[in-house]
């Protein structure tokens, strides 16, 4: 029986879903290029991500990360949407 919400997700509820290298994460808000779109580029404590309307790479920590994220768009999304 699962008592505790963590238990039913996962390791954690508050923390990211299965992120995988070469996801492609759509966050809340534009990037200044336009973007919305942006590729898992690392993993780790800090998640790294490269935009994907000009190429610009940043890391987040996972929680802020979680807190930015709005979709994560199914594998095989290759073409990036303006």
């Known amino acids: 029986m699962l008592t505790r919400q963590g238990d039913a997700l ?4 508050t923390m990211l879903p299965d ?3 070469n996801d492609v994460v759509r966050l809340r808000k534009p990037h200044p290029c336009g973007s919305y779109e942006w590729t898992v580029t690392r993993l780790g404590a800090d998640i790294g ?3 994907r309307g000009c190429a610009r ?3 987040l920590s996972r929680r802020e990360l979680s807190r930015r994220i709005k979709t994560i768009l199914p594998r095989g999304t290759n073409e990036p949407t303006p």
Do not use: A, I, K, P
Request: glycine residues 16%; contains cysteine.
């Open 49 to 51: 991500l490269e935009c």
């Open 10 to 13: 996962g390791y954690n509820g």
């Open 57 to 59: 790479r940043v890391m």
């Open 19 to 21: 992120l995988e290298l």
